[in-house]
């Protein structure tokens, strides 16, 4: 069993969805989540940090973790064209200064 | 602020040959840098983490005589792939981990292909 396990898709919503990407895990030790956005052949971009559990909002994405499931989320509204990339997520147990632990990544196809 | 780039972005040589590739954060100081590599459609395996002023930590089947790590300061780590084979083709990808903060940032990657 992986570590992380998120859904490769590839997920194709219209324009204006709302996105709902999904990661589990089995270390129970991770308390750092990340989210990041590839687009293809280039190098990921942080969207949203969140240690422990809770909810984190930034502009149109939000960030669910819920520890005790083993689950985090992330929400993207209104979602645009230009939202189409891959999806990362990410865990450590000790910060950023730790080796993250990433999912395979869910490819997101937003279509006009 | 918190950029990092890597060069070159992309690099082609014949099997056999030693390929070095550069990561530095431009903006801001980083003791710890990370060597990450990706195969299509897979997700970031990390290989190393550097220490500026120190060996780095291999992850366990990556060969350290093979991929040579160096960050000789607080901006700069390279890779080199020695003898690189074929098999070594990958999307090679380093981060940084910014003082003061939770969070690494990427470079853009580079792209090796070994004929």
């Known amino acids: 069993q992986k570590e992380v396990e998120q859904d490769p898709g590839p997920l194709s919503v219209p324009e204006g969805a709302i996105v709902s990407l999904n990661c589990t895990y089995s270390n129970s030790a991770f308390q750092y989540f990340m989210w990041y956005r590839q687009y293809s052949r280039k190098g990921p971009e942080l969207l949203m940090y969140?240690?422990?559990?809770g909810n984190k909002e930034d502009g149109r994405f939000t960030a669910q973790v819920d520890k005790s499931s083993k689950y985090i989320s992330l929400f993207i509204r209104d979602s645009q064209p230009s939202d189409s990339a891959t999806y990362l997520c990410a865990m450590s147990a000790y910060g950023a200064t730790n080796k993250l632990i990433f999912g395979t990544g869910t490819l997101l196809a937003v279509q006009p | 602020g918190a950029v990092v780039s890597q060069h070159p972005s992309w690099v082609i040589c014949k099997s056999g040959t030693s390929v070095k590739i550069e990561c530095r954060s431009l903006d801001f100081q980083a003791t710890t840098m990370f060597w990450y590599r990706q195969f299509p459609k897979q997700s970031l395996m990390l290989m190393a983490t550097?220490?500026?002023?120190?060996?780095?930590?291999?992850e366990q089947g990556v060969e350290k005589d093979k991929f040579l790590i160096n960050h000789a300061s607080l901006t700069l780590s390279t890779l080199t792939v020695t003898s690189a084979h074929p098999e070594d083709s990958s999307f090679y990808i380093c981060s940084a981990h910014r003082e003061g903060t939770y969070e690494q940032y990427f470079g853009p990657g580079t792209r090796l292909t070994v004929t």
């Open positions: 550097s220490n500026e002023g120190s060996k780095a930590t291999y």
């Open positions: 969140t240690y422990s559990s």
